[in-house]
């Protein structure tokens, strides 16, 4: 089955530094892939998507390229903010009903 | 902006007692799903529903049951609760993305749930 597999966490950072959030998933057909954000006491949001091969996903500043050869959407931020401080979840979405299955999450930590 | 409006944040319930857990949407979206997220587990599907009365069950169903009677409503119903069903649930709804996957899903706040 879909299974999507991101770095464990905590990831801890200094404000300004770069962001990798290592993503690889297994999927049979050709899915859509998300990044979503949780932040503390609250619930899920849409961070960025993208639905193809070779396609990019960008919001706020941080982004995730759809790799169809390494199945990987690791996201990228160059410049984080101690407001970043979240947890990262990767996802996909193969076929109907819009379904979707997660990896186990990432939680970044950013200190001043 | 899409809503999804989860009743109760947090509940604390007796072993046994029945739950219930209320999600509406007001996007008129015809999915709706129900997962439960767990440190070291992340968030895995319950039960979804593509349709009024329709249901299909996720990967970890047992010991759940779900309702759709209206489009917008979608209840999550513990029928014996166990203190290993103490977690966070979230409700979440999208449109009907036919054979493309990329529809966004919309997520509620969650709602936090201790069975004592």
């Known amino acids: 089955g879909d299974s999507v597999t991101q770095m464990e966490g905590p990831v801890t950072l200094s404000e300004e530094a770069f962001l990798t959030i290592n993503c690889t998933y297994t999927a049979t057909g050709y899915p859509s892939l998300f990044w979503y954000v949780q932040y503390p006491g609250e619930g899920l949001q849409l961070l960025l998507k993208a639905t193809k091969a070779d396609d990019k996903g960008s919001n706020k500043g941080f982004e995730a390229t759809y790799r169809k050869e390494t199945t990987s959407f690791h996201l990228e931020k160059g410049s984080v903010q101690v407001s970043d401080s979240a947890v990262y979840f990767c996802?996909?979405?193969?076929?109907?009903?819009?379904?979707?299955?997660f990896g186990k999450g990432t939680m970044l930590l950013v200190s001043p | 902006d899409v809503k999804v409006t989860q009743s109760s944040r947090y509940l604390v319930k007796r072993t046994g007692e029945k739950v219930f857990l209320e999600c509406v949407q007001d996007m008129d979206h015809e999915n709706m799903f129900w997962y439960r997220q767990d440190p070291g587990l992340g968030l895995r599907l319950i039960y979804f529903s593509y349709d009024v009365k329709m249901k299909e069950k996720g990967d970890i169903p047992e010991g759940y049951s779900v309702s759709r009677e209206k489009k917008e409503r979608f209840s999550l119903i513990l029928e014996s609760a166990s203190t290993n069903q103490t977690s966070m649930y979230l409700c979440?709804?999208?449109?009907?993305?036919?054979?493309?996957?990329?529809?966004?899903?919309?997520f509620g706040e969650g709602s936090w749930l201790t069975v004592v």
């Open positions: 996802a996909l979405s193969d076929g109907g009903y819009s379904t979707l299955t």
């Open positions: 979440a709804s999208s449109f009907d993305a036919g054979e493309h996957s990329g529809n966004t899903i919309y």
